[in-house]
């Protein structure tokens, strides 16, 4: 059968549709992905690629597959109802598959418009595709073709000169709301996670000269970010949210860090903005 753009199926979620406590729900972990490109596999698709993020969980195949059966798969492998994730999913073919693609890579679908960090996530969704063998001849032309349109939408508009992404608008928004609050004072900030989103908010506090530190389960990621004497280390978590005039969590872990309650005491007794 010839290769066609018209068997590109691509079926998800994404904040547009669905609240955050679905998204998160719906997140994909990194080391379900195999898993998850087995069964898409085992379902008839001949190519199949799972990008998940905190914006989005989508799947991409190569036809002969029923859409409404990568729901499915979604939704089983991640815990969720089938019924939750059909009326918040949006399923494209085609065209319109391919055209949704290359507006997520470029950063035109994200919540901060022209977000760098999405590119670096579809770029890592193909290396992930490719290792488990779920890469095709379909899929080797439309992500690159993707990745492509991305770089010349970021170096030929204003948007690849604002370095946007959410762990950096984060950071703006809550150093403001902080100066507002207490403009003499320096914020001791507090990252937890240590992976692209805490990345991007370390590289802007770095921009503004601000001190702070990391807590991330490998604390040789957390030391990378912050250096050898910022680490907070998870067993000190809770003594180092009540330190923070700043706390910023950007971790992907499937457990509970830290008790809402332990954090809601530290913002009553610190008198927190945010």
Known sequence: MPISVEQLVQVGVSHGKAPLDLLERLTVRADAVPGLLAEI??????EALVLSTCSRSEIYARTPVDPARLIEVLARQ???????VRAVA?????????EHLLRVTAGLESRVVGEVDIQRQVRTAFREARAAGTVGPLLDRVFPLALRCGDDVRSRTSLGRQGRSLGRRAVD??????????????PEVLIVGSGQ????????????GLPFR??????????????????????????????ADLLICATSASRPLAATVAISRTRARAGWVR
């Open 41 to 46: 596999s085992a379902l008839g698709a001949t």
């Open 78 to 84: 991640t815990g969720v109802s089938p019924a939750t």
């Open 90 to 98: 949006q399923e494209r073919v085609g065209a319109a598959a391919l």
């Open 173 to 186: 928004i809550d150093v403001a709301a902080v100066h507002r609050a207490s403009p003499a004072v320096l």
């Open 197 to 208: 989103m805490a990345s991007s908010a370390t590289e802007r506090l770095n921009e503004l």
């Open 214 to 243: 990391v807590a991330a389960r490998d604390e040789s990621y957390a030391a990378r970010l912050a250096g050898p004497g910022n680490v907070c280390t998870l067993d000190s978590l809770v003594g180092g949210v009540q330190r």
